[in-house]
């Protein structure tokens, strides 16, 4: 073994150069942490990319869903809605659904938007309220003017004609 700082003849156990007085095993624990290091920040970024890759495929997923639901008539709805005045859920008969790859739906139905704003302010539940929570329902009857709140994950709206 030779020191890399002057090039002397070294014993192969040497820690310290005997011409100069280079540290021999720093260059070794400085490559082993630089290895260690190196391992990390490759695991780091292998599981962001893991990360990355499972978030794409989600909302491709999602997306595929969605335009599949478009193409058939169907709507995947999610979120507060009034009747007739949003245009994502116009009145009428529907046909409610959970959407692919789960149970039942979740849904709260309220007659007006003032029934809405009175179980939000004072937290209690009101009796005029319906709550949907089937495998399906058929026919079911919106009417102009009432506030449709749906939990995740969503439920798939088709209009009967």
Same mark, same amino acid.
């Given at each position: 073994m030779y020191c890399e700082n002057?090039?002397?003849k070294l014993e192969d156990k040497a820690t310290f150069c005997d011409e100069c007085g280079y540290d021999v095993k720093k260059k070794d624990r400085t490559f082993k942490? /630089?290895?260690?290091?190196?391992?990390i920040v490759c695991g780091v970024l292998a599981a962001a990319c893991l990360g990355l890759l499972a978030a794409t495929l989600i909302t491709l997923h999602e997306h595929k869903q969605y335009v599949e639901s478009k193409e058939s008539g169907k709507m995947v709805l999610y979120g507060v809605y009034v009747v007739g005045e949003d245009e994502e859920l116009p009145a009428g008969?529907? /046909?409610i659904t959970p959407v692919q790859g789960k149970r039942e739906i979740d849904?709260?139905?309220y007659p007006s938007q003032e029934s809405y704003d009175r179980?939000?302010?004072t937290n209690s539940w009101?009796?005029?309220t319906e709550t949907l929570y089937r495998k399906k329902v058929s026919g079911y009857k919106l009417r102009k003017g009432n506030v449709v709140k749906i939990?995740?994950?969503g439920a798939v709206f088709q209009k009967d004609d």
């Amino acid at each position: 073994m030779y020191c890399e700082n002057c090039g002397a003849k070294l014993e192969d156990k040497a820690t310290f150069c005997d011409e100069c007085g280079y540290d021999v095993k720093k260059k070794d624990r400085t490559f082993k942490s /630089t290895v260690k290091k190196y391992r990390i920040v490759c695991g780091v970024l292998a599981a962001a990319c893991l990360g990355l890759l499972a978030a794409t495929l989600i909302t491709l997923h999602e997306h595929k869903q969605y335009v599949e639901s478009k193409e058939s008539g169907k709507m995947v709805l999610y979120g507060v809605y009034v009747v007739g005045e949003d245009e994502e859920l116009p009145a009428g008969r529907y /046909t409610i659904t959970p959407v692919q790859g789960k149970r039942e739906i979740d849904i709260t139905i309220y007659p007006s938007q003032e029934s809405y704003d009175r179980e939000r302010e004072t937290n209690s539940w009101q009796e005029d309220t319906e709550t949907l929570y089937r495998k399906k329902v058929s026919g079911y009857k919106l009417r102009k003017g009432n506030v449709v709140k749906i939990y995740d994950p969503g439920a798939v709206f088709q209009k009967d004609d």
